[in-house]
C-alpha cells in the first residue's frame, strides 16, 4: 500500500515533468534532481529524499504530453514514483515501458492527496475511501519488453539472436 | 477491404501484403533521426551492446540522421560536450546525413530532413523529437520516439512492437480567406480534436484545401498533428509532393507515392471548409485552448517570435515581412526571427526580409530552434506574454513558468508586433 503524494489535472505536459531549459542533462543518474523542477516546492521535497520510492502521483488525462524527451520519464523513475492516469500520452507510455517507470492506467480512478492505493492485476483500490476501480490493460504489443524487464535487454537479446549467439530465446 | 496510407507503409515495411489497425508489426525503419538528444541514444545504444561482444556500430549509417538544432551554437559548456561527444560517434560511424552548426546547410531537424530529400513518400521514419509527424507532410509514416526506442532501431534497423493506429480522415474544402491558412487550419482542427482526441492514431489529409496547399503548409499541418495526440499526420504523395522533392530538395531518382485504397477503414471523419475560417490563437496553457483571433484582439503582447519547423519558412517569412515592411514593431515589444534553416536564411537574405525585419526593429537570430523551447534564447519575464509561430504553449515552455505563451500564423505575429497588443492582420 502507497499514498497519493501529487494530484494532478489533465494535460501534463513533458515541461512540467521536466523543463525543457535542463535538457542537456540527460544520464538516468542525473536527471532525477529536476523533476518538476518548476513546482519549487515538490522539487524540494524530493531532493530532500522526503518522499518515499513507491509514492503515487494521481493525473486526469493525456498524462506526459509534448516532447518525447526521455528525461521526463528517468527523472520520476529515479525517485521510484508510480504514475496513475486516467490516459497517458503515446510517446510517454512508450518510453514508461521502455524504461520501466510504474504507470497505471486508471480512467475511473477517484483519489486525493493522501489516500493509501493498493495495486491488484486488474484494480486500483482506494483503501482510504473503500472503493475499487477497473485498471486499463496497457498495449499487448508491448508486454514483451515489459516481461525482459526493459527496452534495453530486450533489444539486447534480440540483437544476439540476430547474431547465432547463445543466450535466452528472443521475445516476442 | 482497403488499407488507409499507414497500413499500406507499414505492411510494406513489415513484409507484410496486409495489416489493419490494432495488429502489432515491426516495420524495417527508412530514416532514423535525432538531434542534441542523440547524446543520450549514443549511452543507450552502448549499453545495449554492453556484455554482447560486438562492436557497437549503427545498422545503416545511411538511414541515420543527426542534425544539431536546439541548442545553437551551444548555450553551455555541457551542451558543448554533449555535441562533441556526438560528432566523434558520426565519425565513428560514418554518418553522411550529419548536419552540424553551419550558416550553409545547418537548420531545424524538421526543416532539413525535406530539404535534403531525405524524407520521401512511403517511408518509415522515426526521430527522437515528436513533431518528427511532420514528415508525414511528405507521405511518409513518421513518428516519435524516445531516446532508448532510437538506441534500439540503431541496433536493429527496426521499430520493434508497433501496434498500427487507427486512421481519422480529415477532409479539408474550400479556399482559404486572405491573411488565413495552414497555421489557422491545424490549430482550428486541434481545438475540435482536444489534445488527446487524437492520440495513438493517425491524421489523413484530404480534400481540395490540401490539394492545392504547398509543401510548407503541409508540414505545419503534419508536425501540429501531434498536438492533437496524434501518432502520426500523413498527407498522401501528390504532384506537390513530387514537385517539392524534384524542384527543391532535388531528388532525381522515381518518387513513387502511396494512396488509401477506396474502401480504406477510418476510424472517423472530420470534414472543415476553410472559405469561412478565421484567424485563430492557442491561449495559455494548453495548444487544445483555441480562440477565434477576435475573442482575443487587444491583448497586451511583450515578444512575437516568427520561426521554428511549424512557420520558419521562406512564405512564412514573406507573409510577416510584407506586413512589417516601413514599420515599427511597437515600443515595448520585442521581436525575434528566427529562420528554420541556413537555406531559408539566405533566401531570406536575398528576398530583403531580413532587411525589412531588421528595419523594422525585430532581431534576427541564426537559424535553429532559438525560443521555441526556452533553453537558451529569448527568455520571458515574469508576468509577460508572448505570441508565437511555434507549436507549443505549455506552461514554461519558452522558459519562464511564470509568462504566457499564445500560438498564431505569421501575419497575425505581425501585426501584433507592429500593435504591441494581439491584432488583426486584415485590419
Ligand atoms: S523548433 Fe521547437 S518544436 Fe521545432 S524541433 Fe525545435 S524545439 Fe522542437
Redesign the pocket.
Given at each position: 500500500m502507497d499514498t497519493v503524494i501529487l494530484k494532478l489535472g489533465n494535460d501534463i505536459s513533458t515541461d512540467d515533468l521536466y523543463p525543457g531549459r535542463y535538457m542537456a542533462t540527460v544520464l538516468p543518474a542525473e536527471t532525477p534532481q529536476f523533476a518538476f523542477a518548476d513546482r519549487t516546492e515538490f522539487n524540494a521535497r524530493l531532493r530532500a529524499g522526503a518522499i518515499p520510492a513507491g509514492s503515487i502521483i494521481v493525473a486526469g488525462e493525456n498524462f506526459g504530453c509534448g516532447s518525447s524527451r526521455e528525461q521526463a520519464c528517468s527523472t520520476l523513475k529515479g525517485h521510484g514514483l508510480v504514475v496513475v492516469a486516467k490516459s497517458i500520452a503515446r510517446i510517454f507510455l512508450q518510453n514508461s515501458i521502455n524504461l520501466g517507470l510504474k504507470v497505471v492506467l486508471c480512467p475511473g480512478l477517484v483519489a486525493d492527496e493522501g489516500d493509501e492505493l493498493e495495486f491488484t492485476p486488474d484494480h486500483v483500490l482506494n483503501r482510504t475511501s473503500g472503493h475499487a476501480y477497473a485498471q486499463v490493460k496497457l498495449p499487448a504489443a508491448r508486454q514483451g519488453i515489459l516481461d525482459a524487464g526493459g527496452l534495453i535487454p530486450y533489444t539486447r537479446k534480440r540483437l544476439m539472436a540476430a547474431h547465432g549467439m547463445p543466450g535466452p530465446a528472443p521475445v516476442g | 477491404m482497403g488499407m488507409t496510407v499507414a497500413e499500406k507503409i507499414l505492411a510494406r515495411a513489415a513484409g507484410l501484403a496486409f495489416v489493419r489497425a490494432g495488429e502489432v508489426v515491426e516495420p524495417r525503419v527508412d530514416l532514423a533521426m535525432s538531434h542534441e538528444n542523440a547524446a543520450l541514444v549514443i549511452n543507450q545504444f552502448h549499453e545495449v551492446f554492453e556484455g554482447t561482444g560486438l562492436e557497437p556500430k549503427v545498422w545503416d549509417p545511411s538511414r541515420v540522421a543527426i542534425i544539431f538544432?536546439?541548442r545553437v551554437p551551444a548555450e553551455s559548456p555541457k551542451t558543448a560536450t554533449n555535441q562533441k561527444r556526438i560528432r566523434e560517434f558520426v565519425a565513428a560511424n560514418g554518418i553522411a546525413k550529419f548536419h552540424d552548426i553551419r550558416g550553409d546547410v545547418g537548420g531545424?531537424?524538421?526543416q532539413i530532413l525535406p530539404e535534403y530529400g531525405y524524407v520521401r513518400p512511403g517511408m518509415v521514419v522515426v526521430g527522437t523529437?515528436s513533431?518528427t509527424t511532420s514528415h508525414g507532410a511528405l507521405g511518409a509514416f513518421a513518428f516519435g520516439i524516445g531516446a532508448t526506442e532510437m538506441a534500439s532501431v540503431w541496433a536493429l534497423g527496426r521499430a520493434v512492437n508497433v501496434e498500427v493506429p487507427e486512421t481519422i480522415k480529415v477532409v479539408v474544402e474550400g479556399d482559404f480567406p486572405p491573411m488565413v491558412g495552414p497555421k489557422d487550419l491545424i490549430l482550428r482542427l486541434i481545438g475540435l480534436l482536444s489534445a488527446q482526441g487524437a492520440n495513438f492514431k493517425v491524421l489523413e489529409f484530404h480534400g481540395e484545401a490540401i490539394a492545392g496547399m504547398s509543401t510548407s503548409g503541409r508540414i505545419a499541418l503534419c508536425n501540429m498533428s501531434v498536438e492533437a495526440g496524434a501518432t502520426a499526420g500523413i498527407v498522401p504523395g501528390d504532384l506537390e509532393t513530387v514537385r517539392y522533392l524534384r524542384d527543391e530538395a532535388g531528388v532525381l531518382e522515381p518518387i513513387p507515392c502511396v494512396q488509401p485504397d477506396a474502401d480504406a477503414t477510418y476510424v472517423r471523419t472530420v470534414e472543415i471548409d476553410v472559405s469561412t475560417l478565421e484567424p485563430q490563437v492557442a491561449c495559455p496553457h494548453t495548444v487544445d485552448n483555441v480562440k477565434m483571433l477576435s475573442e482575443v484582439v487587444g491583448t497586451k503582447i511583450h515578444q512575437v517570435v516568427i520561426g521554428?519547423?511549424?512557420n520558419g519558412r521562406l512564405d512564412d517569412l514573406a507573409a510577416a515581412a510584407d506586413i512589417v515592411r516601413g514599420k515599427k514593431v511597437a515600443p515595448g515589444t520585442r521581436m525575434l526571427v528566427f529562420p528554420a534553416s541556413g537555406r531559408v536564411f539566405a533566401q531570406a537574405l536575398d528576398k530583403g526580409y531580413v532587411h525589412d525585419f531588421m528595419r523594422a526593429g525585430a532581431v534576427v537570430m541564426n537559424s535553429g530552434?532559438g525560443p521555441?523551447?526556452g533553453v537558451h534564447e529569448g527568455a520571458l519575464g515574469d508576468g509577460e506574454a508572448a505570441l508565437s509561430t511555434?507549436?507549443?504553449n505549455f506552461k514554461g515552455r519558452m522558459g519562464n513558468p511564470k509568462s504566457e505563451v499564445y500560438l498564431c500564423s505569421p501575419a497575425v505575429a505581425a501585426a501584433s508586433a507592429l500593435a504591441g497588443a494581439i491584432a488583426d492582420p486584415r485590419a
Open positions: - | 538544432d536546439h531545424i531537424c524538421h523529437d513533431h521554428s519547423c511549424t530552434c521555441c523551447l511555434t507549436n507549443r
